[in-house]
């Protein structure tokens, strides 16, 4: 059998509703290119019908290399992406949602800007998105957030499709813990390699519901603190909260007791996470 040249990773929590459209659709634009490929299903814990589902695909005959991986528990997307870029076989290793909201049929598009050398990472940049009010105000300001600190003109870094060189994935791997797939592309851009976008289309979610709670939002703040500690415009916002806030704390305002607890807290959480990560 040939190795596979292409690796397409889905993560995949109580995705029962989705998968049969999700693998009709994924297997038809794979078997159309002219690289072998594989898809890896990741099963993050799933309590409904999915790993049976799965079997279900494993047993049959498929036009691509089919593969699974079943998490004992559920351990959230970061440890499932990661899970499959561990077995990923391709030179060239895609990954996408099983909720179906960017068509997997720009995978093709995405790979081949890959294959041609334009960039070692092209994350998906979704047009007219299909998402509540709240949470699309909540991204356009969180991308503004990390151009302003990193310089890179991204527009949708959390976007869950993505197409990116074996070699950026292997080098991404000791940031894959927490929820750190949100950040995965101004990662990547920060250790050299050159990270673009594409605009692709977005579409509702039909079957199921988003698997992520408010909490993702906190997530996203604490990840943040690692994140931002690598570019110096975060350590230049760091500098001046901590001496704001020593200034307003040695005046004895509340504020500047605050100011210095965030900063602390700031600082904390970032060395602890480049200590766990040695
Ligand atoms: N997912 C996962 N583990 C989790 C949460 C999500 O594997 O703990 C998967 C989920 O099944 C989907 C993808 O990650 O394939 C993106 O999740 P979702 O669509 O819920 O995120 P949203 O679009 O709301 O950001
Ligand atoms: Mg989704």
Known sequence: MTTPQVSVVVPMYNEEPNLPEL?????????????????????????????????????????????AVRLPRRRGKT??????????????IATTDADLQEPPEVLPM??????????????AWRQQRQDSRFRVLASRLFNALLRWLTGLSLHDVNCGTKAMKRE???????????????????????????VTEAPVPHVARRRGRSRFGASRYLRAVVDLAPVSLMWWRGW??????????TLLAKM??????????????WA?????????KR
């Open 110 to 123: 995405l790979l081949s800007r890959v294959q041609c050398g334009e960039a070692h990472l092209v994350v």
């Open 236 to 245: 230049g916002v760091w500098v001046a909260l901590t001496s704001l806030s």
């Open 168 to 194: 950026v994935a292997e080098n991404l791997g000791s940031w894959m813990v927490s929820d750190m797939h949100r950040y995965l592309p101004i990662l990547a851009a920060q250790m050299g390699y050159r």
């Open 23 to 67: 693998h009709t659709r994924l297997t038809k634009v794979l078997a159309r290119l002219d690289t072998p490929c594989e898809i890896i299903y990741v099963d993050d814990g799933s309590t409904d019908g999915t790993p049976q589902e799965l079997e279900n695909l494993l047993l049959q005959p498929q036009p691509v290399c089919v593969r």
């Open 252 to 265: 004895h305002s509340p504020l500047g007791w605050a100011g210095l607890a965030v900063a602390m807290a």
């Open 79 to 92: 440890a499932a992406l990661s899970a499959g870029f561990a077995i990923a076989r391709g030179s060239i």
């Open 268 to 276: 904390g959480t970032a060395l602890a996470f480049w200590i766990g």
